[in-house]
Nanobody, 126 residues
Framework: QVQLVESGGGLVQAGASLRLSCVAS????????MGWFRQAPGKERAFVAG????????YYADSVKGRCTISRDNAKNTVYLQMNSLEIEDTAVYYC???????????????????WGQGTQVTVSS
């Protein structure tokens, strides 16, 4: 059974940085796509960033482009989300998610993902 465990969230001031981690276990991930999503109170879950385990192409939501970097360490089965210049609007629960291989993937849609972590809270204060 695939498990995803996030960590690294916390309470920070605007302008600070955080690095979120997501450790995957219980499967083989080489052909999978990993995504980070976030959900603020009263809002829908939204795509933040994504990367395929086997490739180097990364994808970002416009709202975080230039401030966030997604990366992976295949040896550790871990995907990271480095977030810089955090804004109050970044406050949310952040989830990592895994989509099994498919020929066409709408990577921004939560419905495309097969496994989810429990989430980690990021709170940005002024």
């Amino acid at each position: 059974q695939v498990q995803l465990v996030e960590s690294g969230g916390g309470l920070v001031q605007a302008g600070a940085s955080l690095r979120l981690s997501c450790v995957a276990s219980g499967g083989t991930f080489w052909t999978s796509f990993m995504g980070w999503f976030r959900q603020a109170p009263g809002k829908e879950r939204a795509f933040v960033a994504g990367v395929r385990w086997s490739g180097s192409i990364t994808y970002y939501a416009d709202s975080v482009k230039g401030r966030c970097t997604i990366s992976r360490d295949n040896a550790k089965n871990t995907v990271y989300l480095q977030m810089n210049s955090l804004e109050i609007e970044d406050t949310a629960v952040y989830y990592c998610a895994l989509a099994s291989w498919r020929s066409a993937l709408e990577y921004t849609s939560p419905n495309q993902y097969d496994y989810w972590g429990q989430g980690t809270q990021v709170t940005v204060s002024s």
